[in-house]
């Protein structure tokens, strides 16, 4: 089974300023896709990013990027130029690639979740 | 943008007593699915729900729980007798396609309080 590890309860950064949040996984699988989900205190989970593992290329989207080392089994997320709407708690989380009978069905399998300060 | 809804956003239940949870998910959407996250834990996948069946679940997803789609727009999670340890955030996720990269989109979840 897979597992995803979000070593950090919680972060904080000033505004404006860059973090980085830590997630690692766990599998035998070598096709899956990898996200990150963030959730506000409105409490809806928000799709930030997403990277292919077959894709070697780090995905981008804005403000977000990631660090994806497929044999380090690690997915961090960076977020740039912090902004007070950054506040919220961020998931990893983990899809198999390959579902078999489950093709198009695969569940996601999460970490435990960091929950990200920004300071004014 | 399409959202996937919930509803109630907050459901306070006796224990013992049956609930529902409703959502609504994306119109075109294809692939459904029920996650829980009992309050300061990580959330965890309960069922998968794909042309009228269940595809997978979870062991959280004892004979207590059902899915159905009754009327082609909406997903209900059913828990038939519940027990204080289902108190938790329920969220609908669906999803469009088969494609490999599509991702799942959540609603806002619904509070379930067993007293």
């Known amino acids: 089974a897979q597992t995803v590890t979000q070593s950090q309860p919680e972060m904080s950064v000033q505004e404006a300023e860059t973090v980085t949040l830590s997630c690692t996984y766990d599998t035998s699988e070598s096709d899956y896709y990898l996200f990150w989900y963030k959730q506000p205190p409105s409490r809806q989970m928000i799709l930030v990013i997403r990277?292919?593992?077959?894709?070697?290329q780090n995905a981008t989207e804005n403000r977000f990027s990631v660090n994806f080392q497929k044999a380090a089994k690690s997915f961090s997320l960076k977020i740039s130029d912090s902004q007070l709407g950054d506040a919220a708690m961020y998931f990893c989380?983990?899809?198999?690639?390959?579902?078999?009978?489950?093709?198009?069905?695969?569940?996601?399998?999460f970490g435990t979740g960091t929950r990200l300060t920004i300071i004014p | 943008e399409p959202e996937v809804t919930q509803t109630p956003s907050h459901q306070v239940t006796q224990m013992g007593q049956e609930v529902i949870l409703r959502c609504v998910p994306i119109?075109?959407?294809?692939?459904f699915y029920w996650y829980r996250q009992i309050l300061g834990q990580k959330v965890e996948f309960l069922v998968s729900?794909?042309?009228?069946?269940?595809?997978?679940k979870s062991e959280i997803f004892d004979d207590q729980f059902s899915v159905e789609r009754p009327d082609g727009s909406n997903f209900t999670l059913k828990i038939r007798s519940t027990k204080l340890e289902d108190s938790a955030m329920y969220f609908c996720?669906?999803?469009?396609?088969?494609?490999?990269?599509?991702?799942?989109?959540f609603g806002d979840g619904t509070r379930l309080s067993i007293l």
């Open positions: 989380a983990y899809r198999s690639g390959i579902g078999g009978s489950n093709f198009g069905n695969e569940k996601l399998t």
């Open positions: 996720a669906s999803k469009g396609g088969a494609g490999r990269n599509q991702p799942q989109h």
């Open positions: 119109s075109n959407h294809l692939y």
């Open positions: 729900f794909y042309n009228n069946e269940i595809s997978e």
């Open positions: 990277q292919e593992a077959y894709k070697q």
